[in-house]
């Protein structure tokens, strides 16, 4: 096939690749078998003498059971395709290859080679191993004549051949547009995308690499309990969503319409496997919500080992400093997995022990003050949603015929109390007032919410003083008007105190006004706005913009895990009766309140300035930083988050000038235009006809789409997502439930609430096995991986043969060094108080380098927890 060969003319190839072995998490049959503990008990027992064995277990590799043939980029067979070499086997085993990394291995193959073959730019691999797949990391070929080293960068399981019926091609790291691809490429770059979207029919094996849309029709289990079956999201303008990856599942006996719950079907090179066995950070999530939470549970109901009320703050505190008493026979139980080990300290005592939250570090009741209360919705872990009061009284956006006039009914002498002689009027128009406004998000689901719970709608006014903090004026709390929705809400508005029961009354109100927060940041700001949002661009991309595309370069580091850690939500976080149900006010109707939020979900508002400026908390100016100025100057999120922003923006756009010099290309490119074709009609068919969507015909539209994608995978979820256990660890400080309402004088609980106000406010937030779970959860949540990679840095150094794009993006990179530089140099300004706040934590959030465990900082590259 190579024609006469010249026989002392070879190629040398060096495979990188790790071998499946029992770290594997993702062995599902495992798991289905014996559950997350028994397999981490195996682990455990078999990890030693299997790592030590890897060596040994090597020459399984050898022989005639892994395969190769080049495919050659510049010379064509009779039908146009590249040529493609006669198969060669892996040869030599070399363990002392210096850049390997952990539990990794190298193999030599070498290739005869002659002129008339050309130079080779992809190849095909097969695994004839019965009973093994392994981890190919990338493969390099070398002494070719008159040519450099040709590099695949490939990450990517190897499955039996036998099973899957397929050769595995890779291509090399340079990039082509689709019209620009060597003639030979064609057809083989084709094929791959083809293999990548499959037909859209049957149920996904899990060694399949298929990508391909389907409804949130798996969150219910109606077989199993009328009580667990939920609406399909997608699909409808009653219930839009973004689309998942379809897995093709048998539906439900009782809702056709459902699927059956099961194994998370997640494309091959979407899962964890070997990079991220370090840490099993989403396997302990799993873990809790297979094994833990049950035992919790059975110590608190079932044993009475330990009452599920807390009596005093110092018990909550207990939490971090005793340690809570647990029986041994459930210790022992807990802790085989090190993720776990971590979270549940016990220190060989008969107590199970959290780390501090950094919220309580430095004090331990200043999270109860005023000032806190507001910095942490400029500098807390949902920065994104308060808002510029323009209008007074604030009104509602629900529809008038079926929920009745909604307006607020504050009124101005109640804030003008605490305004120190400014009318609202001179507040409003020095854009001076700001409001956390939850009251349309939650009021149509009251009536079902306090069916288990007891919560209002809140509104909340705060007052921009000289200083740059905030300063809380006013309240309000909601319920749904006793007569009907249609009749509007019953509201009461409570003022600050800080004396007798009206300052217990107040911190109760705030309570309140962060069960609502903390409900909607877990709902809409992180699972909505950043992990669901994302996954349609990641199908979209992996079936429409080959690997060779510049686009598909790009944005691959962006998407690393986030579908396994999407199926993992759907499978033990976000499912009926899953973790979020358990333990945040919402319960049943959670996922379908973010549902409700989607339909008001606008792509272009997702860039920062743009969300600033709808938000009314900044103004476009050109003499300001970045263009805006901002009505919160010492706005943390804000003002670091603009940072990032820019340098990433300046980032994509010189990387894609570099393919796109005009309009017309941008235009003319097929994998391109199909793919932004697909993402609106499917990904997101739901809103396909909104107006907003970027037309994708000019360079600007392509620059803008492309920074959106990358700001939202990487500094907006770090900006939601790992700070949840720094500040929410602290369960007084950020609850998840209410149990009670505000006590009416002269019922028992406005007595107790007299007598005993840390009782009273126990009483009325999340209990104990609910804050367990909460806390064990948001605990490895906020945590990095040790494999972490972080915004600025790749996982290979060869993503592209391009010396222009890699200078590109070493400048983005020493960018964000700076950037981190001058967020370190902003902590450090005592004039910056909402920088660091009463609780004397400093806002590293969007510090750009992280470090695995809970860092408080770090902006990874993608939604990979």
């Known amino acids: 096939m190579f024609g006469i060969f010249d026989r002392n003319t070879k190629i040398k190839g060096t495979l990188v690749l790790m071998p499946k072995n029992v770290l594997d998490f993702n062995s599902v049959s495992s798991v289905k078998k014996k559950g997350v503990l028994d397999v981490a008990e195996d682990v455990f027992e078999a990890a030693g003498s299997l790592l030590g064995g890897i060596v040994d277990g090597a020459t399984a590799f050898l022989g005639r059971n892994v395969s190769i043939r080049l495919i050659s980029a510049t010379k064509k067979d009779a039908n146009g395709h590249g040529l493609v070499g006669k198969e060669v086997f892996l040869e030599k085993h070399l363990p002392t290859l210096p850049t390997l990394g952990a539990r990794q291995d190298a193999f030599s193959i070498y290739f005869d080679w002659d002129a008339d073959f050309g130079i080779p730019a992809a190849f095909y691999i097969r695994n004839y191993m019965q009973a093994h797949e392994f981890f190919l990391v990338s493969v390099t070929f070398d002494d070719i004549p008159n040519h450099d080293s ?24 340079d990039i082509y547009l689709p019209s620009q691809t060597p003639a ?102 799993k873990s809790l919500s297979q094994d833990v939470v049950p035992l919790f549970k059975s110590v608190i109901f079932d044993l009475n080992f330990t009452p599920n009320e807390f009596d005093s703050f110092d018990e909550v505190r207990d939490l971090f400093e005793g ?39 430095v004090s331990k009741s200043a999270w109860m003050t005023d000032e806190e209360f507001g910095r942490e919705m400029v500098a807390g872990v949902n920065p994104n949603v308060i808002r510029l009061l323009t209008e007074f009284p604030p009104k509602s956006t629900l529809d008038v015929a079926l929920y009745g006039d909604q307006t607020s009914t504050i009124k101005k002498e109640h804030l003008e109390i605490s305004l120190g002689g400014i009318t609202v009027e001179e507040a409003l128009n020095g854009q001076r007032l700001l409001i956390l406004d939850y009251h ?40 749904p008007h006793p007569n009907g929705l249609q009749y509007g809400a019953e509201s009461k508005v409570i003022l600050p105190s800080d004396q007798g029961v009206d300052s217990t009354i107040w ?90 939020a989607y339909k008001n979900w606008v792509f272009t508002d997702q860039a920062l300035p743009a969300d600033l400026i709808k938000r009314g908390l900044a103004v476009e100016d050109s003499s300001s930083p970045h263009g805006l100025r901002l009505v919160i100057e010492d706005y943390p999120y804000a003002v670091d988050g603009l940072e990032i922003w820019d340098a990433i923006k300046i980032w994509v756009q010189e990387y894609v000038s570099l393919y796109y010099p005009i309009d017309e290309v941008v235009q003319k490119d097929t994998e391109l235009q199909t793919w932004w074709k697909e993402i609106i009609e499917r990904g997101h068919g739901d809103l396909k006809d909104k107006p907003w969507w970027p037309k994708m015909q000019n360079l600007q539209d392509l620059i803008q789409t492309c920074s959106i994608i990358i700001w939202t995978a990487s500094a907006l979820h770090a900006a939601v997502n790992f700070g949840q256990y720094p500040y929410g660890g602290y369960i007084l400080n950020r609850p998840t439930l209410s149990r009670r309402l505000i006590p009416e004088k002269g019922t028992p609980y406005y007595d107790e609430m007299v007598k005993n106000p840390q009782k009273a406010y126990l009483r009325t937030i999340t209990p104990k096995f609910q804050t367990l779970i909460d806390l064990s959860v948001i605990e490895i949540l906020s945590r990095h991986a040790s494999d972490e990679i972080y915004l600025g840095d790749r996982d290979s150094k060869f993503w592209t043969s391009d010396s222009r794009a890699l200078q590109a993006f070493k400048k983005f990179g020493s960018k964000l060094a700076k950037i981190e530089g001058t967020i370190k140099e902003r902590n450090n300004d005592p004039n910056l108080k909402n920088r660091y706040g009463p609780v004397k934590l400093p806002y590293t959030i969007l510090q750009p380098s992280g470090e695995d465990g809970l860092a408080f900082r770090g902006i990874p590259n993608s939604i990979s927890i």
Request: charged content about 25%; glycine content about 6%.
């Open 184 to 285: 030979p490429l064609v057809y083989y770059r084709q094929e791959e995308l083809q293999n990548l979207r499959g037909d859209g029919t049957g149920q996904r094996k899990d060694w399949e690499r298929i990508y391909d849309y389907d409804v949130y029709n798996d969150l219910g289990n109606p077989d199993e309990n009328a009580n667990l079956a939920r609406p399909v999201l997608g699909g409808s303008s009653t219930h839009p969503y973004p689309r998942r990856v379809r897995s093709g599942r048998k539906p439900t006996s009782k809702d056709p319409k459902s699927e059956k719950p099961g194994t998370q079907y997640v494309p091959r090179d979407e899962n964890f496997g070997h990079l991220k066995s370090s840490d099993f950070l989403t396997y302990g999530i």
């Open 323 to 361: 340690g809570i008493k647990l029986p041994t026979s459930v210790l022992s139980k807990i802790s085989p997995l090190p993720v776990l080990k971590e979270i549940f300290r016990t220190d060989g005592e008969q107590v199970l022990k959290f780390p501090p939250p950094h919220v309580i570090k």
């Open 440 to 479: 349309d998000a939650f009021i149509p689901y009251l009536n079902k919410i306090n069916k288990n719970a007891k919560a209002y709608a809140t509104r909340t006014i705060l007052f921009l003083k000289d200083d740059g903090t905030l300063k809380p004026l006013a309240i309000e709390l909601s319920l």
């Open 150 to 173: 040709v590099h695949f960068v490939c990450n990517s399981w190897i499955y039996n051949f036998k099973s899957y019926k397929k050769d595995r091609i890779f291509f090399s790291n």
């Open 507 to 596: 911190l109760l109100s705030k309570a309140h006004v962060i069960v609502n927060d903390s409900c909607y940041h877990q709902l809409m700001s992180h699972w909505l706005n950043t992990h669901a949002v994302v996954e349609p661009f990641i199908i979209a991309t992996n079936r429409h913009l080959s690997v060779l595309h510049p686009i598909n370069r790009l944005l691959d580091p962006h998407f690393r895990d986030t579908i396994n850690i999407n199926a993992l939500a759907r499978g033990a976080l976000i499912n009926a009766d899953g973790i979020i149900e358990q333990s945040f006010l919402p319960g049943p109707s959670s996922v379908e309140m973010s549902s409700a």
